[in-house]
């Protein structure tokens, strides 16, 4: 459906903000994961035809949308991040305002897809009065309108509450189990539970694409458990990866990422989804230093 081929952006002062990344999307979610500065959003922004690759090709059903954009543009949702409502319109009448824009001509469609996003009670309220999630929500309506095979939303929750977050994820679920979703975010738990593969940035290179259950899978051998007195913690700190550390009534309780067992009853553990993505993160951030070393030797 989507195959992004070798693709790379530089801006101004060399800054290469997506160095050569191929992938090749189907339909369903994928989650775009990286650090603030991965270079997500600029990947995204090319894939929407906002911006142009300096270099590479973006293919969609086998048309090259570098060159031609229209082929792709009547059959994309995108919901950016700084997406604002104006809030002196109603739901409805701000739906009304993008149908007319985007050639939509099916008023009942626009009652449909408030439902859909769960705004229908509130068509004809203006928007000022929405909270964060109703207005994600209003914006992934405005995505939807052109019934879209290939939806891009940026940092879905952000400054949502939890049960926003929790119905936003839902949505965005239900929608990926017909069209390409392609949802951005450096929070894990964001995409745990709805994304068929992720895909990893890290300084512009995509550094790791799978199923989530593959990550897992591969970080299995390296995650242990392990509670220690105290006054050995900091030592301990010192020498292997520490993903979390909480005080009990034992001593201090962590969880490590470690090729071995990182000490004396450390346990093998079953990694969470994040712990296997910060376990990837550190593998690819010690074959860089690595092979720097080796560059510099
Ligand atoms: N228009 C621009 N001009 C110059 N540099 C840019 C521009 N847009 C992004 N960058 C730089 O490119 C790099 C990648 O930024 P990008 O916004 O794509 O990353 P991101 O993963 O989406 O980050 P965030 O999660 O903060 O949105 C960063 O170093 C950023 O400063």
């Known amino acids: ?83 604002g409502v104006y809030p002196n319109l109603t739901a409805l009448e701000f739906l009304q305002y993008f149908a007319a824009l985007k050639g939509v001509r099916d008023p009942a469609r626009l009652r449909r897809l408030l439902e859909m996003v769960n ?36 940092e879905p929750t952000a400054g949502l509450d939890p049960e926003e977050r929790l119905r936003f994820r839902h949505l965005l679920s239900e929608i990926g189990f017909r069209k390409l979703v392609i949802v951005s975010t450096h929070i894990v738990s964001d995409i745990e539970n709805m994304a068929g593969h992720l895909a990893i940035m890290n300084k512009g290179k995509l550094v790791g694409y799978d199923t989530p259950d593959s990550f897992v899978r591969e970080a299995r051998s390296q995650m242990w458990s392990a509670t220690v007195d105290p006054q050995h913690y900091d030592r301990l700190r010192a020498q292997v990866r520490v993903l979390q550390a909480q005080r009990n009534a034992h001593g201090i309780h962590l969880r490590i990422a470690h090729p071995s067992s990182p000490c004396d009853g450390a346990l093998p553990a079953e990694p969470t989804l994040e712990e296997a993505l910060m376990t990837q993160r550190y593998a690819v951030q010690e074959g860089a230093q690595q092979g720097a070393q080796v560059q510099a030797a």
């Open 1 to 83: 459906m989507l195959e992004i081929r070798n693709v790379v952006k530089t801006y101004a002062k060399n800054v290469r903000a997506v160095d050569d990344v191929s992938l090749n999307l189907q339909a369903g979610v994928v989650g775009l994961i990286g650090h603030n500065g991965a270079g997500k959003t600029s990947l995204m922004q090319m894939i929407a035809t906002l911006t142009r690759p300096t270099s590479g090709q973006i293919l969609f059903d086998g048309v090259d949308i570098v060159a031609r954009p229209e082929a792709i543009r009547a059959r994309l949702g995108f919901l950016p991040q700084d997406f």
């Open 119 to 154: 705004l229908h009670e509130h068509a004809d309220r203006q928007a000022a009065g929405f909270s964060g999630g109703m207005r994600r929500r209003l914006g992934i309506a405005q995505a939807l309108l052109n019934d879209p095979d290939v939806l891009i939303v940026d």
